[in-house]
Every structure is written in C-alpha cells, then in structure tokens.
C-alpha cells in the first residue's frame, strides 16, 4: 500500500501549481481522501477533503477560492490544483487517505511559494 504525491516546486507568489497523488496496491475510491500541510515549526494543517465518491469536498477558510481538491477513480489519483499561491501556503503538501479504521499517508511533496 503506497501513496506517492508529485508536483510540488518551487513557484512566485500568484502562481499556480497541481499536486497530484497517486495509489498503488489499493484502490482509492473505497477512501476519502484529504490533502494536509506542514510548515517548518508549525502543526500538519488539513486543507481539503474530497468524498470517496468525488460529490463531496471541504477546503480550509485559508485557502478557499483559491485551492480546488478533485479525483478521477477510474485513474486511481487524487488532485490539488492551487491557484493564487502565496508565500504563506510554503510547505510540504501530504495526501491521506481514510476508509473505515484504515489510514494510509504519503510521503509528502515540497510546495514553496517565493520570488
């Protein structure tokens, strides 16, 4: 069981970058699935949450209208495509996912927002 995420970097504030998080060896739409972060010296922080079925999603008031969550099951991948960023969004950006008393995470991809 695996959850690889990908597409952090380096990006100017207002920029825009999409994560993406991969599964292997399980299939993601028995999960919800939810993005956190974690800024050096700060606790993780959840971002975003998307239903197992994709009908559903919540997004933290810091990052709302500008942070959107999606999934494509069939793909077994889990996104979060982020827009507006600004130098306080810098962190390493995990995915999780969570069915029943199961709990699996990523290792996490680095996000910093700086010109």
């Known amino acids: 069981v695996q959850l690889v995420e990908s597409g952090g970097g380096l990006v100017q504030p207002g920029g825009s970058l999409r994560l993406s998080c991969a599964a292997s060896e399980f299939t993601l739409s028995r999960y919800v699935m939810s993005w956190y972060r974690q800024a050096p010296g700060k606790e993780r922080e959840l971002v975003a949450t998307?239903?197992?079925?994709?009908?559903?999603?919540n997004v933290a008031d810091s990052v709302k209208d500008r942070f959107t969550i999606s999934r494509d099951n069939p793909k077994n991948m889990v996104y979060l495509q982020m827009n507006s960023l600004k130098p306080e969004d810098t962190a390493v950006y995990y995915c999780e996912a969570a069915g029943g008393f199961q709990v699996y995470w990523g290792q996490g991809t680095q996000v910093t927002v700086s010109s």
């Open positions: 998307i239903s197992s079925s994709g009908t559903s999603t």
